[in-house]
């Protein structure tokens, strides 16, 4: 089997004559004619650190929302947002959901809590060595704090919690990432103090027990937080329905709230709502997140109220967003364009970033809520999300 071009000096293959070496082998070994992978209008060195064996860029298109009112603790103002996705309708529906917002006032949002985790297992076992080294955990937290917060500038150690299992002792190392996303900063610091911890207590460990359930949707994060705990909420008067022109009413968006969560309930699901993931997955694309994080993010519960006034109360409760507006990819000059669009590149920016992923998000589900209501979900997507002439 043939290898692709590969140079044993790293930086090399970030250069363009190395890009073009496998896009020409893919062409010759493939029969492909690679055009369109090829194409990309930055300074190719700028994929170092992001990317290995680069041969181009995917080139999702990307659409805008907008403007949507945000009245929040880090957001205020209005917000045009970007959405990176293949999925035809979903940029018209979120941009229907946030006029309808934005004409109700706005969203208020609040960033509830900012905490991320990684849990090792230390090789401990007996009821009487597990009593030992949970002490001896507890006794020596400053110690074990300063040794994690040597390797970063960033991340703070805010707590370490134990858990017993038959194989050992899950500890939970939980912390604040400042702007940052934070799990390779957060594991580099964790493996710095569980060397520690194992050189004082002769223990052996595993840096990760998967307890922490990164990329995966689990009760525990779900219940304990993963990221930025969010909720977002807004008001529709009922005037806005009364004109006639939304075809449906706050009560049917309220039965059909009512018979959605009965579904998730029979189907186990852990949260409840219509498709943030879909609005989390675009925003991610266009901003330089990682979007396999979309897995812990799209566990929200989504919930519709009718208010006495006749008015319906909408809400959104996220408990992990896992986001940054510094290091990984938000740099690469397409997504760095995106954050800038939404002014939150940069220092500063997450809890505001994170406000308006959780305003957009509740827009989406506003609007799909009411397209259901209405019967306007289909010809919606048949007339919008079709390659046709």
């Known amino acids: 089997m043939l290898k692709f071009p590969f140079s044993k000096d790293y930086t090399l293959n970030y250069k363009e004559e190395w890009i073009d070496k496998r896009i020409q082998f893919l062409n010759q070994q493939c029969n492909t004619d690679l055009i369109h992978v090829r194409k990309f209008s930055y300074d190719s060195q700028k994929m170092i650190g992001n990317i290995e064996n680069p041969i181009g860029c995917a080139q999702v298109p990307i659409g805008l929302s907008g403007p949507l009112t945000v009245n929040g603790a880090h957001a205020k103002g209005e917000f045009y947002i970007p959405l990176a996705t293949t999925e035809g309708a979903l940029v018209l529906a979120c941009n229907i959901g946030m006029n309808l917002l934005s004409k109700s ?32 955990l507890d006794s020596h937290f400053e110690q074990i704090r300063i040794e994690a917060e040597k390797t970063t500038k960033y991340g703070k150690l805010l707590s370490i919690v134990p858990k017993m299992t038959s194989e050992g002792i899950i500890v939970t190392f939980s912390y604040s990432t400042g702007d940052a996303m934070g799990l390779n900063m957060i594991v580099k610091a964790t493996h710095a103090a569980i060397t520690y911890i194992a050189d004082c207590t002769k223990t052996k460990f595993f840096l990760r ?7 995966k949707i689990s009760a525990y994060n779900y219940a304990y937080g993963y990221g930025k705990e969010i909720f977002a909420e807004a008001t529709l ?5 009364d004109d006639g022109k939304l075809n449906t009413t706050p009560k049917d968006v309220i039965a059909n709230y009512h018979n959605a969560r009965s579904g998730s309930i029979h189907a186990g699901m852990v949260g409840s709502n219509a ?31 009718l ?50 992923i959780a305003a957009s998000a509740l827009a989406a589900e506003v609007s799909i809520s009411i397209a259901l209501t209405n019967g306007s979900f289909v010809d919606a997507h048949e007339f919008l999300g079709r390659n046709r002439p």
């Open 105 to 136: 006032g706005g969203v208020n949002t609040m960033v509830l809590k900012d905490v991320v985790h990684v849990s090792p297992l230390f090789q401990v076992a007996g009821m009487e060595n597990y009593s030992w080294f949970i002490n001896w």
């Open 237 to 241: 008067p009922q005037k806005l329905f």
């Open 275 to 305: 498709h943030i993931a879909n609005i989390l997955a675009a925003i991610f694309i266009a901003c330089g997140q990682d979007v396999a994080h979309i897995t812990n993010c799209c566990a929200g519960i989504t919930g519709f109220k």
């Open 307 to 356: 208010l006495s006034t006749g008015d319906l109360y909408c809400s959104l409760y996220i408990p992990g967003l896992l986001i940054g507006t510094v290091g990984g990819g938000v740099s690469l000059p397409t997504q760095k364009e995106c954050l800038e669009i939404l002014g939150c590149y940069g220092n500063g920016k997450a809890k505001k970033f994170a406000e308006i």
């Open 209 to 215: 027990s998967n307890f922490s359930s990164d990329k």
